[in-house]
């Protein structure tokens, strides 16, 4: 399964948002700077995510964007699903009931197994909030597990 941008760059964006939370509204031409987005894509973007109540539009000369609670109460999975719909790698096992029309459904041996990739990926995007990931240390390396590694450095001698 593979996340489009418009799941990559709602999560970014709202990352950049949660860098900012507390400081006042962000513009869109702010937002896209620091999230490296199209701001003609980013206005796109942030319609869906005011109207599921994740952002607030501030009106104004000093106006913009901001989070409409601490980022450590908004998952992940919040944003993903306001983007990209229900966490789905299969529709025969979409977190949406009336997306499961497959009709092997009874009978199919291999849906247990995506049954379980559907149920890591949204354990994954819902225990993740965007604090967490606006905690990302200044600088060092991610493993493949996507934690954040820190160098050893050598003592000095």
Known sequence: MKV???GEYGVRAMVSLAHHFGGGPMSIAEIARQSNIPPAYLEQLIAPLRRAD??????GAHGGYV?????SL???GDVYRVMEGPISPMECVSEDIDDQTCPLIENCETRPMWIKLR????DA???TTLADLARKPESG???ERGEYVTPIKEPHR
Request: hydrophobic letters at 35%.
């Open 4 to 6: 489009s941008t418009r």
């Open 54 to 59: 994740l952002v607030v539009s501030k009106r």
């Open 67 to 71: 989070l409409s609670r601490d980022p």
């Open 74 to 76: 908004i998952r992940v």
């Open 119 to 122: 149920d890591a990926m949204t």
């Open 125 to 127: 995007l819902d225990s």
């Open 141 to 143: 390396p991610i493993s």
